[in-house]
C-alpha cells in the first residue's frame, strides 16, 4: 500500500515536470525576435552566414518539433544554455547562486518552525486570553508587513544604528569563503573547523534570515493555532484527559500530530517559495542568490537566464509538493488508501 501511494505521486510529479518543460518551450517558441540575434549581437547578426551558422549548430533551422526534442535532450544532460550576461552556462550559475538561497531559505525556516509552530501552540492553549490575543495580533503584522519595507527598517535599525548585524553579503570584504562541500557557507565553516568564518557567515545570514521568516511565523502560528484548536474539541482527546495523561503527552503524541497536515501544508509551499528565491530581500541585502540572478536576468532580458531559473523554481516546488505529499501520508496514514 505504502509502495503504491508513493508510485502514484512520483508519477503525477513526473506528469507535471513534463508539462511545465512543455509550456516553457512554447513560451519561448513563441516570444518575438529572434535568439540568433539575441545570442550573437547587432553587429554579428547583421551577418548572414554567421546567424546561418550559428542556426545550424543550436537546430534552430530545423522543424519545431525536431527543436523540442533537442530541447529535452539538452535538459537531460544538464545543459541550459548559455547566459547573455555572465557568458557562463546557466546551469553553472544556478549552481554558484543557489547554496546562497538554500543557506537562507533554510534558516529562514527553521526560525519559522521554532517560532511560528511554538507560538500557535501556546496561542491555542490561551485561546481568547491576553497572550492569544497579541500573539494573533503579531501574527497579523508578520503576514501583512511588507517585506521590503520592513527589510529597510531592519537594516536601518540593526546595521546603521546599532552596528549589530552586517548590512550586505554572506562575508565581510576580503574573507575567504570556507572550502566547498555544501555551498551553504555555515555549514563549510563548521565541516572545515573554520570558526572564525563560521561565526561571521552566521552574523550577515541572521538578520535576511530573520527579516524572511516574519511572514512565515505569522501564517504558521495562524494556521497551528486554528487546527490545534479544532483538534483540542475531538472526542479522543477529552477522553485522554479524562484518563489522567499529562497535557505535555496530548498535546505532543495526539493533538500536534493530528493537526499537523495544514501545518505541513503551509510550511512547503512557504519553504519551495524562499528556496526559488525572494528577490526584494536578496536586492536589499545584496545577498547573492537565485532571487539576485532572477532579477539581474529579468532587467538585462536575458532569455536562457530567464527560462533557467523557471525550470528552477518549477523543480523546486514540484519536488516540495511531492515530500509534502509523502509526509502526508505518514502523518496521517489514511491518507495512503485516498
Given at each position: 500500500m505504502l509502495w503504491r501511494f508513493l508510485l502514484k505521486r512520483i508519477g503525477a510529479a513526473l506528469l507535471l515536470g513534463i508539462g511545465v518543460i512543455i509550456v516553457t518551450f512554447a513560451l519561448t517558441s513563441v516570444l518575438p525576435g529572434d535568439p540568433a540575434t539575441a545570442q550573437l549581437g547587432d553587429r554579428a547578426s547583421a551577418d548572414p552566414e554567421i546567424v546561418a551558422a550559428y542556426k545550424k549548430a543550436h537546430g534552430l533551422d530545423q522543424p519545431l518539433y525536431v527543436?523540442?526534442?533537442?530541447?529535452?535532450?539538452?535538459?537531460?544532460?544538464?545543459?541550459?544554455g548559455e547566459s547573455l550576461q555572465s557568458h557562463r552556462s546557466v546551469a553553472t550559475d544556478l549552481a554558484q547562486f543557489?547554496?546562497?538561497s538554500a543557506e537562507l531559505a533554510i534558516a529562514a525556516t527553521l526560525l519559522a518552525i521554532i517560532f511560528g509552530i511554538g507560538l500557535g501552540v501556546v496561542a491555542a492553549l490561551?485561546?481568547?486570553?491576553?497572550?492569544?490575543?497579541?500573539?494573533?495580533?503579531?501574527?497579523?503584522?508578520?503576514?501583512?508587513?511588507?517585506?521590503?519595507?520592513?527589510?529597510?527598517?531592519?537594516?536601518?535599525?540593526?546595521?546603521?544604528q546599532l552596528r549589530i548585524f552586517p548590512s550586505s553579503g554572506r562575508l565581510n570584504p576580503g574573507d575567504t569563503p570556507p572550502p566547498t562541500v555544501t555551498g551553504l557557507y555555515t555549514v563549510d565553516a563548521m565541516l572545515s573547523g573554520q570558526w572564525t568564518t563560521f561565526g561571521v557567515a552566521l552574523s550577515h545570514l541572521i538578520l535576511p534570515a530573520v527579516v524572511l521568516s516574519a511572514p512565515m511565523i505569522g501564517l504558521l502560528l495562524r494556521f497551528t493555532r486554528s487546527s490545534i484548536l479544532e483538534v483540542l474539541g475531538n472526542d479522543y482527546v477529552r477522553s485522554?484527559?479524562?484518563?489522567?495523561?499529562?497535557?505535555?503527552?496530548?498535546?505532543?503524541?495526539?493533538?500536534?500530530?493530528?493537526?499537523?497536515?495544514?501545518i505541513i501544508t503551509v510550511l512547503g509551499t512557504a519553504f519551495a517559495s524562499l528556496l526559488a528565491g525572494t528577490v526584494l530581500v536578496e536586492q536589499i541585502f545584496a545577498w547573492p542568490g537565485i532571487g539576485q540572478y532572477a532579477f539581474r536576468s529579468a532587467t538585462n532580458l536575458d532569455l536562457p537566464a530567464i527560462v533557467g531559473v523557471t525550470l528552477f523554481v518549477a523543480a523546486v516546488f514540484i519536488v516540495v509538493n511531492l515530500v509534502v505529499d509523502v509526509l502526508y501520508g505518514f502523518v496521517d496514514p489514511r491518507i495512503r488508501t485516498s
Open positions: 527543436q523540442f526534442g533537442l530541447y529535452v535532450v539538452n535538459l537531460l544532460r544538464g545543459d541550459l543557489g547554496p546562497a490561551r485561546a481568547n486570553r491576553p497572550i492569544d490575543q497579541a500573539l494573533r495580533l503579531f501574527s497579523l503584522g508578520g503576514v501583512s508587513i511588507p517585506i521590503f519595507w520592513l527589510s529597510l527598517v531592519a537594516m536601518f535599525l540593526f546595521s546603521t485522554a484527559y479524562a484518563k489522567g495523561l499529562s497535557p505535555r503527552t496530548i498535546i505532543g503524541k495526539h493533538v500536534l500530530r493530528a493537526a499537523l497536515v495544514p
